[in-house]
């Protein structure tokens, strides 16, 4: 008689294990601002404009950042991946990078015959003698961006992207200025794309994600 006891009780706890664990992934998810389920254009170049938008000051982590924007900048293209940062010196302020490709990379899925990875704030690639690209390439259609959210639901909204998917993000390209240990320290970001090594990053103040047919602000 215990035994069936036990065992009629688990469904139960099952069905309550199941809605518990749903409401939490809704509580930590972001909110949708809206719907566009236009397609998103991963053939072409990420656009970027002059922008009229004035410097500004952002306190995060116990620090003062002076962010001056470079340019609007809209990235529209495949989601290779997306790297979560608690420890670095940056984390605060940029708590995750995206890494993407458009254009050629897209065309015939070509990107799925690499193999992507991300670490320490740089992206990572990998490919076969039968891939017919070289280095300069692959980093031409592709990129990893530094991501400083606007708010706390664009930080969900980017550390959620969907990988292999299409997606876009838009904001404004910045430059970051700060002290720490009583020197200035600066953090510029990439305005070309084909531009490598140290430096050739984007760094994204995001005010705009869009995937799936839903807009995240």
């Given at each position: 008689?215990?035994?069936?006891?036990?065992?009629?009780?688990?469904?139960?706890?099952?069905?309550?294990?199941?809605?518990?664990?749903?409401?939490?992934?809704l509580a930590c998810g972001p909110a949708p601002a809206g719907r566009d389920a236009s397609p998103i254009d991963t053939a072409?170049?990420p656009a970027q404009e002059e922008t009229g938008q004035a410097p500004f000051d952002l306190r995060r982590g116990g620090v003062?950042?002076?962010?001056?924007?470079?340019?609007?900048?809209?990235?529209?293209?495949?989601?290779?991946?997306?790297?979560?940062?608690?420890?670095?010196?940056?984390?605060?302020?940029?708590?995750?990078?995206?890494?993407?490709?458009?254009?050629?990379?897209?065309?015939?899925?070509?990107?799925?015959?690499?193999?992507?990875?991300?670490?320490?704030?740089?992206?990572?690639?990998?490919?076969?003698?039968?891939?017919?690209?070289?280095?300069?390439?692959?980093?031409?259609?592709?990129?990893?961006?530094?991501?400083?959210?606007?708010?706390?639901?664009?930080?969900?909204?980017?550390?959620?992207?969907?990988?292999?998917?299409?997606?876009?993000?838009?904001?404004?390209?910045?430059?970051?200025?700060?002290?720490?240990?009583?020197?200035?320290?600066?953090?510029?970001?990439?305005?070309?794309?084909?531009?490598?090594?140290?430096?050739?990053?984007?760094?994204?103040?995001?005010?705009?994600?869009?995937?799936?047919?839903?807009?995240?602000?």
């Amino acid at each position: 008689m215990e035994k069936g006891r036990t065992r009629a009780r688990l469904p139960g706890v099952a069905l309550w294990a199941l809605a518990l664990a749903a409401c939490l992934l809704l509580a930590c998810g972001p909110a949708p601002a809206g719907r566009d389920a236009s397609p998103i254009d991963t053939a072409s170049d990420p656009a970027q404009e002059e922008t009229g938008q004035a410097p500004f000051d952002l306190r995060r982590g116990g620090v003062d950042y002076h962010l001056t924007p470079k340019a609007h900048y809209a990235l529209r293209g495949i989601v290779l991946g997306r790297s979560s940062y608690r420890f670095d010196g940056k984390h605060a302020l940029a708590p995750c990078d995206v890494a993407m490709c458009w254009g050629a990379l897209v065309e015939g899925r070509q990107y799925a015959q690499l193999h992507w990875s991300q670490s320490a704030r740089w992206y990572w690639w990998r490919y076969d003698d039968s891939f017919g690209h070289d280095n300069d390439w692959v980093s031409r259609w592709s990129s990893n961006t530094h991501i400083i959210p606007a708010n706390r639901n664009l930080q969900r909204a980017a550390k959620g992207l969907a990988m292999g998917t299409p997606a876009e993000l838009e904001g404004e390209l910045v430059s970051v200025e700060w002290n720490e240990g009583g020197y200035r320290r600066w953090w510029n970001t990439s305005l070309g794309r084909t531009d490598q090594g140290d430096g050739s990053c984007e760094i994204l103040y995001l005010t705009k994600v869009r995937q799936g047919g839903k807009v995240y602000e």
